[in-house]
């Protein structure tokens, strides 16, 4: 039987029954079930938004067809279930682009759409939402639901984000933009701190991708040094299959202890050090500057059997204090962080009513669960967060409060009026707890 | 013997069309370019299926609705094959059921469904196409079997029994248009993860639908006579074949 549980492997769920969705014209009843349902796919949300447990998940990774493609205009209709990867391999030999892509390719399209995720490009494109044309929304009433900018625009903004509990997604449509070929030019700046973050970050609007990585075990004068990465797309073939398998897979759960203080902080630091110039420029191809986890297959189980947390935070712009903060925070804490990756958001709004990102400057950082001192170190980093009228990513989420997400999406109760009655999670259970 | 067209721009008939395995083999060849013609039970799934394989880059994708126990429905769906896409280079026989063996046993009818749709059905169909592939004297049919025919076993007798009659007709088969240069494929996945398997504990010999159907796109390629997929259970059924049946009676297989 194949495990239902979301990428951080924590917390654990257990699930009455899973229904796998297959064809999106037969008929679907979900009035019937006794319990909650939530829609499934890869399970590449890392906390517990994608799991609902005591209740039912409607896997959706048999809908993974695509039903139109304009190669003219680059609109393309596919079905919830296509992974980016699909879209990828479909459409960079034709000349097109995703036009938002986060760090795996491994995610759906419905998931895309429910998490509202962003990018590398988010000061220039925004959220992936924002270039969703149109959705059909399978209620629990049997009613299917064409949503749009234009059409149930209620219903559409709350669905951009909203975590799939306002219905299942069958399928959907999303302008692709044009790309002038497979390869991606690139730039990676080593920088010592991050004053010279916001300095780099200044530059972001000449460039379509920008992204930081940082040693987050730097402490005092070395806080906040990293590499800075920054590249275009750029003509040239592409060599690599985008639907090949990884190059190498963690084939099993290993020992928990084997990412400890340690091996982190070598690995931070070498991380910052592999780079010896300040300035290295490349064009190579897309894939590993877009996806560069994905050549290691199931890297999660590095973390062992009680997993991970990602914690990833915006902070409102003009906040370089709060992001030292919370570096300062993690690096003081016997927590064992992985790199810390740092970019800033740009001004592009949201259509998603429970949209995370916002403009500012974002950091997101994995931890090893290693139990309640976990925990406290990030409700700490929550009230930093709070204090910088920040918000805190609900995908990547396995613990805030309910008290810190009503405050950190202000928007909560119009979208909680759009849920339909049958959908739940784990994660909505928990912040919506009185 | 005249060689069998490549990949690209072949004229396939599909049966069974809306099946997890034959959808990856479609797509295979609807990225080559190739024409389609799908059977399968349901008209939205058929839709579903060949709208994909229309954006995967297949020339055209012509379908038909067709219960393939409707053995009087078989000569106008091959006509139609034939006609829409201007003649064939390759059949796929890709429908099948597998039979709750304990209902088998206890009800006829359920035993005769189940012979019905994996045996009979499919060798109606193959009687028509191998007379129109032999008069073409060119081609290739392909048919999907199952390990499961390669030896009776009581938790499956019956869809082996159906599976393993089918491995014969085949054989005879392929024997006979072999003179006219048609290609016969049997093609023998072991356990792959599809709905029809949903419902069977999942163990690491399961292969994805993926692997197992561009597996099958290779062999009807390599003109292949009979392969499994994955390539493991060729040894792994020659020794369950050679236990001598005076053991195998006892086993709980």
């Known amino acids: ?434 | 013997m005249s060689p069998l067209p490549k990949t690209g721009g072949a004229r396939v008939l599909i049966i069974g069309a809306t099946s997890a395995i034959a959808r990856e083999t479609a797509q295979v060849y609807a990225a080559s370019g190739a024409r389609l013609f799908l059977t399968g039970r349901n008209g939205g799934r058929l839709a579903s299926v060949r709208d994909d394989l229309l954006v995967r880059g297949a020339a055209q994708v012509e379908t038909a609705e067709l219960e393939v126990t409707q053995i009087a429905s078989h000569r106008s769906v091959v006509d139609a094959a034939v006609g829409s896409l201007g003649g064939l280079d390759i059949a796929l026989i890709a429908h099948g059921t597998l039979p709750d063996q304990t209902r088998c046993q206890e009800e006829v009818s359920a035993t005769l469904d189940a012979i019905q749709i994996n045996f009979t059905a499919t060798v109606a169909l193959l009687t028509l196409l191998a007379n129109y592939f032999e008069a073409q004297r060119r081609g290739c049919i392909a048919v999907i079997g199952s390990v499961a025919g390669d030896r009776g076993r009581q938790s499956n007798y019956v869809y082996g029994a159906a599976k393993g009659g089918l491995d014969r007709f085949l054989q005879g088969l392929r024997n006979r248009l072999y003179r006219s240069g048609v290609a016969v494929v049997t093609i023998k996945p072991g356990l792959v993860e599809t709905p029809m398997t949903s419902g069977m504990p999942k163990t690491p010999l399961f292969a994805s639908a993926r692997r197992v159907g561009r597996s099958i796109e290779r062999a009807i390629e390599n003109r292949r006579n009979v392969v499994y997929i994955p390539w493991y259970w060729r040894p792994v059924m020659a020794v369950i074949r050679w236990v001598p049946e005076s053991i195998f009676k006892r086993l709980q297989l």
């Open chain 1, 1 to 434: 039987m194949q495990t239902y549980q979301s990428w951080g492997r924590y917390p654990p769920a257990a699930h009455t029954r899973v229904l796998p969705i297959r064809w999106r014209t037969d008929p679907i009843r979900l009035s019937d079930l006794s319990e909650s349902v939530l829609p499934f796919a890869y399970g590449r949300s890392y906390g517990d938004s994608c799991l609902n447990n005591g209740g039912a998940l409607l896997d959706v990774s048999g809908l993974g067809r695509f039903i139109a493609f304009d190669e003219s205009t680059g609109v393309l209709r596919c079905e919830t279930g296509v992974t980016l990867a699909e879209v990828l391999s479909l459409a960079v030999p034709r000349g097109w682009f995703l036009p938002v892509v986060p760090g795996t390719k491994w995610v759906s399209i419905g998931g895309a759409i429910a998490n509202d995720i962003h990018g590398k490009n988010h000061h220039r494109a925004g959220t992936f939402g924002a270039h969703v044309t149109c959705l059909e929304l399978l209620r629990s009433t049997g009613e299917r639901i064409l949503c749009s900018p234009e059409r149930n625009v209620e219903l559409f903004r709350a669905t951009i984000g909203g975590l799939g509990l306002t219905g299942l997604i069958l399928w959907a449509e999303l302008r692709l933009k044009r790309i002038p070929g497979a390869q991606i030019a690139m730039e990676r700046i080593r920088f010592s701190g991050l004053r010279d973050f916001a300095q780099l970050s200044t530059e972001d609007q000449e460039f379509e991708y920008t992204v930081a990585w940082i040693d987050c075990l730097a402490r005092g004068r070395r806080l906040g040094r990293g590499l800075f990465l920054r590249g275009d797309h750029a003509p040239g073939p592409s060599r690599t299959s985008s639907r090949g398998k990884s190059r190498i897979t963690i084939p099993a759960t290993l020992p928990s202890g084997l990412v400890n203080r340690a091996t982190t902080t070598v690995f931070n630091g070498l991380y910052y050090r592999a780079q010896v110039r300040t300035r290295q420029r490349k064009t190579g191809e897309y894939e590993p500057f877009f996806f560069p986890l994905d050549g290691i297959g199931a890297w999660n189980r590095l973390y062992g059997r009680r997993g991970f947390l990602q914690y990833q935070c915006v902070t409102a712009n003009e906040s370089e204090g709060a992001v030292a903060e919370l570096l300062d925070q993690v690096a003081r804490s016997s927590e064992i962080p992985s790199l810390a990756v740092l970019k800033r958001f740009g001004t592009v709004r949201s259509p998603g009513l429970l949209s995370f990102p916002r403009p500012g400057i974002t950091l997101a950082i994995d931890f090893a669960m290693r139990g309640a001192t976990t925990l406290a170190l990030l409700d700490r980093l929550d009230q930093v967060v709070a204090a910088a009228q920040g918000a805190v990513y609900p995908a990547k989420d396995a613990r805030m409060s309910a008290a810190n997400f009503r405050r950190f999406f202000p928007h909560w109760q119009s979208f909680a009026s759009q849920v339909d009655p049958k959908f739940s999670s784990s994660f909505w259970r928990r912040v919506t707890a009185a």
